[in-house]
């Protein structure tokens, strides 16, 4: 299967609008800073499919992706879960950074400073 038939498969066309339509307070906050090239001058894409996996966030031109995480990844079950869906997304050479909610939320120079690291940036985020 080509690269081209991975993303954003048709399928999953009204899950990624449910999703982008349903964002919490912490993927908003994010991506206020994301869109529209801000960051490192990269494009940045929320609620983007890659095969059958809906990732928060997804900057084509580094094959990254970030995952925003709330309480409902704290419970043994979904902490395998998000382990397996992270590693069959890194065996397409994409690298995943997670952060807590309440990071985005309260640190976000932080997360934004991690992003750049990952990016090889020395932007200043802020």
């Known amino acids: 299967m080509r690269s081209g038939q991975l993303n954003n498969l048709n399928v999953l066309t009204p899950i990624r609008k ?7 307070e912490a993927e908003v906050t994010l991506w206020h800073h994301l869109k529209g090239r801000q ?10 499919s890659i095969g059958l996996f809906v990732l928060d966030f997804y900057c084509p031109s580094d094959r990254l992706a970030i995952e925003v995480d709330g309480d409902v990844h704290n419970t043994p079950d979904a902490i395998t879960h998000d382990e397996e869906r992270q590693h069959a997304i890194e065996t397409l050479n994409i690298t995943v950074l997670r952060f807590r909610n309440d990071d985005v939320l309260h640190r976000i120079d932080q997360v934004l400073s991690r992003i750049h690291e990952y990016l090889g940036t020395a932007d200043n985020p802020g």
Do not use: Y
């Open 18 to 24: 449910e999703l982008r339509n349903g964002a919490t």
């Open 39 to 48: 960051l490192a001058g990269r494009k940045f894409r929320r609620q983007h």
